[in-house]
């Protein structure tokens, strides 16, 4: 009895129960981790991005450094040449001339601006009556088109009929060849150009002064300190990333864009007075059909804007807190 009570016993299946002692099954695709989810989360965001740059940016880079390898004519012909369009850059007096107007546009425009687009970010910052039909006024002449820009500011510093000259005419002044004047006319277009994109600064220098604490302010008041020591002291140092963004974004603006706006306001002109290098690349390339060209002067242009880069990134210690480090 008992030999048949063991094999019986050892020859049975266990049985399993429905109690709560009962483990699942361990599933055959584990979660992922909340970490990894993250990436994963991340990543999607960014793919689209992503592909933009890489399809809009690096891959046109990359063809615009082969491009500048070869004598392209506007009929598709290809010419290997190697380095002569970089030889040919480097003994270009007019490209040079135009590498010195845009020295003397980005030196100019970019102080101007930065000042100007911080001080009125301080201004309406204030809680002032009717403070942000202000700042809509001074956001607006960025959200409209550059030609447009051009058009309306050719018409308002015409030497006859234009607005500018009849006001100085009607204070006693005289009139000035805003566009007909090398000179005046690069002053024009900084001018308009500081106009255009003084309500974009302001609007991320004041994103950057409400983010620093008010309790901070209100201890240097206790503490009697002036208000110029309050800036100084506190506004200055912790908007330094704010202006390591400002100082970067301008520079590239100032090298790379506008050109439509020069287009339409004076061509480059007077005798090249205007012709920034950005203008003289685009005339290479799509008036004289000069793509290898334009495309070695483009390449050299980006290693410009590089070298600027790295230089604001060094003054302005990557945007860092620290201070007289």
């Not at 002692?21 to 361990?26: D, L």
């Not at 991005?49 to 690096?58: H, N, P, R, T, Y």
């Not at 190697?82 to 425009?109: A, C, E």
């Not at 994109?197 to 503490?223: C, H, K, N, W």
Request: aromatic share 14%; proline share 5%.
């Amino acid at each position: 009895m008992s030999s048949v009570t063991a094999h019986d016993t050892a020859g049975a299946k266990p049985r399993t129960t429905g109690g709560p002692t009962a483990q699942a099954p361990a599933s055959a695709h584990p979660r992922l981790s909340r970490r990894h989810r993250e990436w994963v989360a991340a990543g999607l965001f960014l793919a689209p991005d992503a592909l933009g740059l890489l399809v809009f940016v690096a891959i046109p880079m990359v063809l615009s450094v082969v491009l500048s390898l070869f004598q392209v004519s506007g009929f598709g012909s290809y010419q290997w040449v190697g380095l002569g369009n970089y030889d040919r850059m480097f003994h270009d007096p007019l490209f040079w001339q135009s590498m010195k107007i845009t020295g003397i546009y980005v030196v100019v425009l970019v102080p101007v601006l930065f000042c100007l687009s911080l001080a009125l970010g301080l201004l309406v910052k204030q809680k002032l009556p009717g403070v942000g039909a202000y700042r809509t006024a001074l956001f607006l002449p960025y959200v409209i088109s550059l030609v447009v820009v051009g058009v309306l500011w050719k018409f308002m510093l015409d030497d006859q009929v234009g607005v500018v000259n009849k006001a100085m005419r009607a204070a006693g002044f005289g009139g000035a060849s805003w566009l007909g004047s090398p000179g005046l006319a690069l002053a024009s277009v900084i001018a308009v150009m500081t106009w255009v994109m003084m309500g974009y600064y302001m609007i991320i220098f004041l994103a950057g002064l409400q983010e620093i604490p008010q309790e901070y302010y209100e201890a240097a008041r206790i503490d009697g300190a002036s208000a110029w020591r309050s800036f100084r002291s506190i506004t200055w140092p912790l908007l330094r990333p704010t202006s390591f963004f400002v100082l970067l974004m301008s520079t590239v603006a100032a090298i790379t864009g506008g050109l439509d706006l020069l287009f339409v306001l004076t061509k480059g002109g007077p005798a090249n007075g205007t012709s920034l290098a950005i203008f003289y690349i685009y005339q290479q390339a799509f008036t004289f059909g000069e793509y290898g060209y334009a495309s070695a002067m483009g390449t050299f242009l980006v290693l410009i804007m590089v070298v600027f880069a790295g230089v604001i990134f060094k003054v302005t210690k990557g945007g860092r807190f620290d201070d007289g480090e």
